[in-house]
Nanobody, 125 residues
């Protein structure tokens, strides 16, 4: 079992930055692939960024160059640094984990067994 707790969301103006954190329980964190998804009102949950157990990263096109996913295995934490935020980035952001191979932005939520409760990101124009 893995428990995930996100933090770092909030209200920011367009062009601003936020860093989301996801703290994971469990002693096998380093063996898990981690990902961030987001869900805007009325839309499906979508892949934002993922990082494999070995550190390989993947991004959806809309955030590539603006966001950076990283992990600190010593702290059992994964981060999503978001820069140059846009109003269309507004969504609830979820952290996900599983012992799967990250294949890229086409990954669907059902590939991940463990989820956090989500953190709201609101970008004002």
């Amino acid at each position: 079992q893995v428990q995930l707790v996100e933090s770092g969301g909030g209200l920011v103006q367009a062009g601003g930055s936020l860093r989301l954190s996801c703290a994971a329980s469990g002693r096998t964190f380093s063996s898990y692939a981690m990902a961030w998804f987001r869900q805007a009102p009325g839309k499906e949950r979508e892949f934002v960024a993922g990082i494999s157990w070995s550190g390989t990263t993947y991004y959806t096109d809309s955030v590539r160059g603006r966001c950076t996913i990283s992990r600190d295995n010593a702290k059992n934490t994964v981060y999503l640094q978001m820069n140059s935020l846009k109003p269309e980035d507004t969504a609830v952001y979820y952290c996900a984990a599983d012992q799967v191979a990250i294949s890229g932005p086409t990954m669907t939520p059902r590939r991940f067994a463990y989820w956090g409760q989500g953190t709201q990101v609101t970008v004002s124009s």
